[in-house]
């Protein structure tokens, strides 16, 4: 087949010999151009949501069933701004949303997968700062960092699992094996002297290593460090000037297969290899220059990504053939391509079985996967490119989509995915030119078939007046001709079944999902008041909400500074002044403790002797403490008293759960 490089480098090389997941090479690619037009979803009962639109550019019968599973995030060589928020996206072959996670302006989630945690479906995912200097603000040779999370089919967050012995959670693989364990990619700097033909010299490198947590104690039970098994020969990326960082090998993907083998991909030494996890040894080689096949006819790879083991001694990779980013105007090997290759034992070759490049053919300098699906077809994810594709086994293609084109997704995969979120469905009852409308939306919902509108005088007084409204997309407006002025929908699983029922809502305001609803209710009121009640006899009087549930601070916060963000507000909602910033204070308190601190978005936080407050959204009641003395979020919890001190237990602590354990 004939090869030809669309477009060319278009973006300066970094500073560093380090590839992060997202490179500043990167080639132009003219189908990129139908890409321009897209723009972020908006959703009037969402309106916190902002997933990037894609565009279906191809979609022809025969392809499989399944969720488009994409981590949307800036591509940091274009110079336009992201469309959309960053988060996981789970979408449908048509393109509509089914999940939207966004996380906070300088984060990024990526590596969005669904597997099985203790036998049930999950979703994992990592969530971090991507180093791509100076882009990103960080210092050149920083490697990525962040957590690996954890959520259930209800979309409540069951674990984050972070390294040990001072590495940092590296976001190129994060697999749940069936032993109860975590295996998954961990990266630190290291000193290493290393010989050039200058003479050897102390440099600063990025070590890569396999680590594996106990999902139950959350302890490290096995580790594979890449610098005491690979020679730094291996590299292909040369040694940098005196001062930068040296990236060798740049692990970015694990798997281990039912015999207790595992392969790793190492992009910069254009290698696989296969070890045992029982020994640690080394098994063999494919690619690099230390290769224990021969490989054959159009079978070399360079700068891989994702490799998988396949079925018969066949392995599947991502091959980016392009590009070595320590040399100034280092071009594509050839064009990008997912790849199946057959390992033959006598005589040790590899040779081809498929290959599977995009049309126009286009380079690809950073992360891509190909992952082969149940009835044989193979999903590919272009990476650093706006694309993901669906083929046949014999190489038809069946599907594509483009994303933005200053939006790119480190890997794309295809799952059966079922789900019922833990909160309520959304809605928005708004008034246009005399005519009513009613929005709903469900956000991870895979179930809802139709939505039914109650609508009425009163909160207390209502009856349906939509039986069913055929849901359509992520939301869906439904008119009405009822005056409310309160509504309330209803979803509907197949045979109208009743799923679940949302707030009851005022015509012009809006009502988000349950956690936002929980954020801002104590807002919605003129005041907040700050009681006292009595629980138990160990933990004596303390703060409690208005609604009587307790009041907790958080260890990690400094005077007066939340450092709550996140995912955290998700299980720690801070209490909120109202929107007078009036804060009233029951008996037994006292008022000179009483303040606010700032939060973004205007809102303030209330304080009690400069301790932000929160509630737990694990009490279920105003009776339970579930949250005391919780180690979660990288601090200890505690319920306050009169005087605005912490409630330390005298039982002694065990949580093992970190940041919670929800259980399904």
């Known amino acids: 087949?004939?090869?030809?490089?669309?477009?060319?480098?278009?973006?300066?090389?970094?500073?560093?010999?380090?590839?992060?997941?997202?490179?500043?090479?990167?080639?132009?690619?003219?189908?990129?151009?139908?890409?321009?037009?897209?723009?972020?979803?908006?959703?009037?009962?969402?309106?916190?949501?902002?997933?990037?639109?894609?565009?279906?550019?191809?979609?022809?019968?025969?392809?499989?069933?399944?969720?488009?599973?994409?981590?949307?995030?800036?591509?940091?060589?274009?110079?336009?701004?992201?469309?959309?928020?960053?988060?996981?996206?789970?979408?449908?072959?048509?393109?509509?949303?089914?999940?939207?996670?966004?996380?906070?302006?300088?984060?990024?989630?990526?590596?969005?997968?669904?597997?099985?945690?203790?036998?049930?479906?999950?979703?994992?995912?990592?969530?971090?700062?991507?180093?791509?200097?100076?882009?990103?603000?960080?210092?050149?040779?920083?490697?990525?960092?962040?957590?690996?999370?954890?959520?259930?089919?209800r979309y409540k967050l069951l674990r984050t699992i972070t390294p040990a012995d001072g590495f940092t959670a590296d976001p190129h693989e994060f697999t749940l094996t069936p032993q109860g364990t975590a295996l998954f990619t961990a990266v630190k700097l290291e000193q290493a002297p290393v010989t050039t033909v200058t003479g050897t010299q102390e440099v600063t490198l990025v070590d890569s290593e396999v680590q594996e947590t106990s999902l139950k104690t959350g302890k490290l039970v096995f580790s594979w460090d890449m610098l005491k098994h690979v020679s730094l020969s291996e590299s292909q990326v040369p040694v940098?000037?005196?001062?930068?960082?040296?990236?060798?090998?740049?692990?970015?993907?694990?798997?281990?297969?039912?015999?207790?083998?595992?392969?790793?991909?190492?992009?910069?030494?254009s290698a696989l290899y296969e070890f045992s996890h029982k020994t640690g040894k080394l098994i063999w080689q494919l690619g690099g220059t230390g290769s224990t096949y021969k490989l054959g006819p159009n079978a070399s790879f360079s700068w891989q990504h994702s490799a998988r083991f396949g079925t018969d001694n066949e392995i599947t990779l991502f091959d980016d053939a392009c590009c070595d980013l320590g040399v100034p105007g280092a071009a594509p090997q050839h064009a990008a391509r997912g790849l199946v290759l057959k390992l033959n034992a006598k005589p040790k070759t590899a040779t081809v079985v498929h290959q599977y490049e995009h049309q126009p053919e286009i380079s690809v300098p950073s992360q891509g996967d190909l992952q082969t699906l149940a009835d044989g077809h193979e999903f590919i994810g272009w990476g650093q490119e706006p694309y993901y594709s669906e083929y046949t086994a014999a190489g038809k293609l069946l599907y594509e989509a483009t994303l933005p084109a200053a939006d790119e997704s480190y890997r794309a995969l295809k799952y059966a995915w079922s789900a019922t979120p833990y909160y309520a469905p959304a809605l928005a009852a708004q008034q246009k030119r005399g005519k009513r409308i009613v929005y709903a939306s469900w956000n991870g919902a895979t179930g809802v078939s139709a939505w039914e509108v109650l609508a009425g005088a009163s909160p207390s007084k209502l009856k349906v007046v939509v039986s069913s409204a055929a849901r359509r997309g992520f939301e869906t407006s439904i008119p009405v001709t009822a005056k409310g002025p309160y509504f309330k929908?209803?979803?509907?699983?197949?045979?109208?079944?009743?799923?679940?029922?949302?707030?009851?809502?005022?015509?012009?305001?809006?009502?988000?999902?349950?956690?936002?609803?929980?954020?801002?209710?104590?807002?919605?009121?003129?005041?907040?008041?700050?009681?006292?009640?009595?629980?138990?006899?160990?933990?004596?009087?303390?703060?409690?909400?208005?609604?009587?549930?307790?009041?907790?601070?958080?260890s990690k916060d400094t005077k007066g500074v939340s450092t709550c963000t996140a995912t955290c507000t998700e299980f720690w909602k801070p209490l909120l002044a109202g929107s007078r910033d009036t804060v009233k204070r029951g008996s037994g308190l006292t008022a000179g403790l009483l303040g606010t601190a700032k939060l973004g978005g205007g809102k303030k936080q209330v304080t009690y002797k400069h301790h932000p407050l929160y509630t737990y959204t694990a009490d279920r009641n105003n009776k339970t403490t579930a949250g005391e003395a919780a180690n979660q979020f990288g601090a200890r919890w505690y319920v306050v008293n009169t005087k605005g001190n912490e409630v330390k237990p005298k039982q002694k602590l065990t949580n093992p759960c970190d940041p919670v354990c929800t259980g399904y």
């Open 1 to 153: 087949m004939k090869r030809s490089i669309s477009g060319s480098l278009r973006c300066p090389l970094r500073a560093v010999a380090s590839a992060s997941l997202a490179c500043l090479a990167l080639a132009a690619l003219p189908a990129a151009a139908s890409a321009a037009g897209l723009k972020a979803w908006s959703f009037v009962s969402a309106p916190n949501l902002q997933p990037p639109q894609v565009d279906v550019n191809l979609s022809r019968s025969g392809v499989a069933p399944g969720l488009v599973f994409i981590d949307p995030f800036k591509d940091f060589a274009v110079s336009s701004p992201q469309v959309g928020q960053p988060g996981g996206l789970i979408l449908t072959s048509k393109g509509d949303p089914v999940w939207f996670h966004p996380v906070p302006a300088g984060e990024d989630l990526v590596n969005l997968e669904a597997q099985k945690y203790e036998g049930k479906p999950a979703l994992t995912f990592w969530v971090g700062k991507i180093s791509v200097p100076p882009a990103t603000g960080l210092p050149a040779g920083t490697p990525e960092s962040g957590k690996f999370y954890i959520y259930n089919d």
């Open 240 to 269: 940098p000037a005196a001062g930068a960082v040296w990236d060798p090998y740049h692990m970015n993907s694990i798997e281990e297969d039912n015999n207790g083998h595992v392969l790793i991909s190492a992009r910069n030494t």
């Open 489 to 554: 929908v209803m979803a509907l699983g197949p045979g109208g079944t009743v799923l679940r029922a949302s707030k009851t809502v005022k015509l012009g305001i809006v009502a988000t999902t349950a956690q936002a609803n929980r954020e801002t209710a104590d807002a919605a009121t003129s005041t907040t008041m700050i009681e006292t009640s009595d629980y138990n006899s160990k933990l004596g009087r303390i703060l409690a909400a208005s609604n009587g549930h307790a009041l907790y601070l958080s």
